[in-house]
């Protein structure tokens, strides 16, 4: 008897266990194609970010708003960029006078909490669909698996015992399950690792946002410079 090939194995499988298969590469595909678009947008992101970063300390610290608030339009990717920029902005007019300079410090940490709130819904716009995947896949195998058994006690029922009875069932089970399975381990790995990567962005955004809010206090307090450009 000849060794049975994977093509042997698809050749003897069922339209719907077929169906399995494609389904869970349909699947498969839509939680690659968003790791992938995600992979680079954070690339990016992360490039633009250390462009940025190091000039708007630079212009905070020589008290250079409108400057700071101009380089927020060179880096639209960065996410830091998008964040505090926009809670600059909102505060600047407020930036005048040392009196009004405490009441930013108030407003600019409610501006920045805000502009995370809004990239946090955006930047993680996908993981769900990489978690349903990750978490579904083995049922939808599993699915395929419970078909190829039935399958395989059907043709011992109707053509007695040997591999040829129960060759279309057996197909069924194991391409069924082992793609269920490559799926979601893959799915999973990318969940957990952009997960990660979010909270990394997250991380930095927080730092960042400390020193904005750091320098306004000084401000308020007079011990940076007053005048705003």
Same mark, same amino acid.
Do not use: C
């Given at each position: 008897?000849?060794?049975?090939?994977? $093509? %042997?194995?698809?050749?003897?499988?069922?339209?719907?266990?077929?169906?399995? =298969? @494609?389904?869970?590469? $349909?699947? #498969? /595909?839509?939680?690659?194609? =968003?790791?992938?678009?995600?992979?680079?947008?954070?690339?990016?992101?992360?490039?633009?970010?250390?462009?940025? !970063?190091?000039?708007?300390?630079?212009?905070?610290?020589?008290?250079? $708003?409108?400057?700071?608030?101009?380089? =927020?339009?060179?880096?639209?990717?960065?996410?830091?960029?998008?964040?505090?920029?926009?809670?600059?902005?909102?505060?600047?007019?407020?930036?005048?006078?040392?009196?009004?300079?405490?009441?930013?410090?108030?407003? &600019?940490?409610?501006? +920045?909490?805000?502009?995370?709130?809004?990239?946090?819904? %955006?930047?993680?716009?996908?993981?769900?669909?990489?978690?349903? &995947?990750? #978490? *579904?896949?083995?049922?939808?195998?599993?699915?395929?698996?419970?078909?190829?058994?039935? *399958?395989?006690?059907?043709?011992? !029922?109707?053509?007695?015992?040997?591999?040829? !009875? $129960?060759?279309?069932? /057996?197909?069924?089970?194991? +391409?069924?399950?082992?793609?269920?399975?490559?799926?979601? +381990?893959?799915?999973?790995?990318?969940?957990? @690792?952009?997960?990660?990567? &979010?909270?990394?962005?997250? #991380?930095?955004?927080?730092?960042?946002?400390?020193?904005? &809010? %750091?320098?306004?206090?000084?401000?308020?307090?007079?011990?940076?410079?007053?005048?705003?450009?």
């Amino acid at each position: 008897m000849g060794e049975i090939t994977l $093509i %042997d194995l698809w050749n003897e499988m069922g339209m719907f266990a077929k169906g399995i =298969v @494609y389904t869970l590469l $349909i699947m #498969s /595909i839509g939680s690659f194609s =968003v790791g992938l678009s995600k992979w680079f947008r954070f690339r990016q992101m992360s490039k633009a970010t250390k462009s940025f !970063a190091p000039s708007f300390a630079e212009a905070l610290h020589q008290n250079r $708003i409108k400057d700071a608030i101009q380089l =927020v339009e060179e880096y639209p990717k960065s996410h830091v960029a998008q964040v505090l920029g926009e809670s600059l902005r909102e505060v600047a007019p407020l930036l005048e006078s040392r009196e009004n300079a405490v009441a930013a410090v108030g407003q &600019v940490e409610r501006a +920045i909490e805000r502009e995370q709130i809004l990239l946090a819904n %955006d930047l993680k716009f996908g993981l769900g669909l990489m978690a349903t &995947v990750a #978490s *579904t896949s083995p049922f939808v195998g599993l699915l395929g698996t419970t078909w190829g058994v039935i *399958t395989a006690f059907t043709g011992m !029922a109707t053509e007695g015992g040997g591999i040829e !009875a $129960i060759a279309a069932g /057996i197909a069924e089970a194991l +391409i069924t399950t082992a793609f269920g399975l490559i799926v979601a +381990i893959t799915s999973v790995w990318l969940y957990n @690792y952009f997960t990660g990567r &979010v909270e990394g962005l997250f #991380s930095e955004l927080a730092h960042a946002g400390r020193e904005l &809010v %750091d320098f306004l206090m000084l401000r308020s307090e007079g011990r940076a410079p007053s005048r705003a450009d």
